[in-house]
């Protein structure tokens, strides 16, 4: 499993709270992605990271912010959750070398009431 | 801007059948491709990759640059093969941006 977790794995939480998801790797890899996963959009690429505080914008950012203090970590942040954010968050990694591909973790499913 | 479309949703097929999923992409530079596959309750994980030319449980992808395809080939689907399918392409420049497609799920009926 790439040494990849995510947590909370599981989160209902109401509109207009703010929800942090974690993403957390021991292969000191570089670059880190987050993805939800939504029926009839597949995965669509939230922000990525490729290297500590060095991020950038996916395609559906909006609403979201990220941060990566350490290599190890990177943080997705609900500043006011929606329903709309009801989804399966899913972090990758990937060294970003050669033909190097991507691991993802188990995923967090987040519930927005 | 880069772009994959995968234009089946469901794509249903009997046990010993052929499988073809489709896979286009739009790309101003030299792609990387990918195929994912997700399980039932499993996280995704890689199937192949273009540049690898290698064939996993069977299945097999060719670049087409010509008509921007990379559609995903079994000769004989299997029971086991009923998953979730995700082409991926992932530019070359330096940011290693990937972007997934819609998905196709792939059901085999007995």
């Known amino acids: 499993d790439a040494g990849i977790t995510q947590s909370p794995r599981h989160k209902v939480t109401e509109t207009g709270t703010p929800v942090t998801l974690r993403c957390h790797q021991t292969?000191?890899?570089?670059?880190m992605y987050w993805y939800r996963q939504d029926p009839g959009h597949g995965l669509r690429l939230i922000h990525y990271?490729?290297?500590?505080?060095?991020?950038d914008k996916g395609e559906v950012s909006d609403g979201y912010s990220v941060s990566r203090s350490k290599t190890e970590d990177f943080l997705l942040t609900l500043e006011s959750a929606t329903s709309s954010q009801t989804s399966v968050y899913f972090c990758?990694?990937?060294?970003?070398?050669?033909?190097?591909?991507?691991?993802f973790g188990p995923g967090t499913r987040l519930t927005v009431l | 801007a880069q772009r994959v479309t995968q234009p089946e949703k469901l794509l249903s097929v009997f046990k010993g059948a052929p499988v073809e999923l489709k896979c286009n992409y739009s790309y101003s530079g030299s792609p990387e491709l990918f195929w994912y596959v997700q399980y039932s309750r499993q996280r995704l994980q890689l199937l192949l990759r273009?540049?690898s030319r290698e064939s996993i449980k069977g299945f097999t992808a060719d670049l087409n640059k010509g008509e921007t395809s990379f559609h995903l080939k079994k000769p004989f689907a299997q029971e086991e093969d009923s998953a979730m399918y995700y082409c991926a392409l992932r530019n070359s420049g330096g940011y290693q941006k990937v972007t997934f497609g819609t998905g196709t799920k792939l059901q085999v009926i007995p």
């Open positions: 273009h540049i």
């Open positions: 990758a990694i990937s060294l970003g070398r050669g033909t190097d591909t991507q691991y």
């Open positions: 292969e000191n890899h570089r670059y």
């Open positions: 990271s490729y290297g500590v505080k060095d991020t």
